[in-house]
């Protein structure tokens, strides 16, 4: 059952495509994944990641506000609350804290990211979390705010194991990208042969760090099984192996997407 967990359908390159984006969910289809979860990161993209998961059976979506878009406006608890009503929609966020790209909207982005971590609390689904340098203060933000039965996950997860460690804790799940498959990172790499099957999910966050052999183009969610293979041989079992226990974890984590498998 593979998953991508995390991709941005409404941004992809699709120059290979003739511009089409259903060339692309069938070439994703073709290599077997099931199912992608299409991102939010703005009060400007809701109704484009909606529409898309209204417009294909196997994309499912979530609604939030990027922290390095909080700028272009917030969405605060009862705004995230109505759009996650719809029936497609099955995660709070993209949201989190980014202070390597911005530390001058630090302020803005905690309050963004706490509101996410409420909306996802009260509505019981969990939050998709980005995190840039910003270690304790996003690990105290998910403690203070953060509702541990929904929960969420560390997206396109580059940190350390303590990080990593102390998220899982709080019943987080860590999704890795085609990051993992790239030269230098090592350090991720001793980092996914520590974490649990049982809490980790794959993702490619399409269109941006396509895994190796097709890093420097642009990403897509057919690529999601590079980076499933590659994983997977990392921690010494089958790619169907891995695929299952990514994609149950999926379904566990996102439990509103599961009726939308196909």
């Keep these: 059952m593979l998953i991508d967990s995390h991709c941005h359908l409404d941004r992809l390159k699709l120059d290979d495509y003739d511009g089409n984006l259903d060339a692309a969910i069938a070439a994703a289809t073709a290599r077997g994944v099931e199912q992608m979860l299409c991102v939010g990161i703005s009060v400007d993209n809701v109704d484009a990641v909606i529409a898309i998961a209204e417009r294909y059976p196997q994309v ?25 009503a ?44 980005h995190t840039r340098d910003a270690r304790e203060d996003t690990l105290a ?32 799940m860590i999704s890795i990208s085609g990051i993992v498959t790239f030269n230098k990172a090592d350090t991720l790499r001793d980092v996914v042969k520590q974490i649990p099957l049982d809490r980790l999910l794959v993702e490619t966050d399409s269109p941006y760090l396509a895994p190796v052999p097709y890093r420097g183009k642009p990403n897509e969610p057919a690529y999601v099984r590079e980076v499933c293979e590659y994983i997977a041989e990392l921690k010494g079992i089958s790619f169907d192996e891995l695929a299952q226990h990514t994609g149950d974890n999926f379904h566990k984590l996102f439990s509103k997407a599961a009726p939308f498998l196909r």
């Design 60 to 84: 499912v979506s979530s609604v939030g506000v990027h922290p390095l878009d909080v700028e272009k406006g917030l969405a605060d608890v009862a705004q995230l609350a109505a759009w996650a």
């Design 86 to 129: 719809h029936p497609k929609v099955v995660a709070i966020g993209e949201s989190g804290l980014d202070y390597f790209y911005s530390k001058d909207t630090k302020s803005l982005q905690q309050e963004s990211f706490a509101m996410h971590l409420q909306a996802g609390g009260k509505v019981g689904l969990p939050v998709i979390v």
């Design 141 to 172: 933000l998910i403690h203070e705010h953060g509702n541990q039965e929904s929960a969420g996950v560390l997206h396109c997860f580059t940190e350390d194991w303590d990080m990593a460690r102390r998220a899982m804790d709080m019943n987080y």
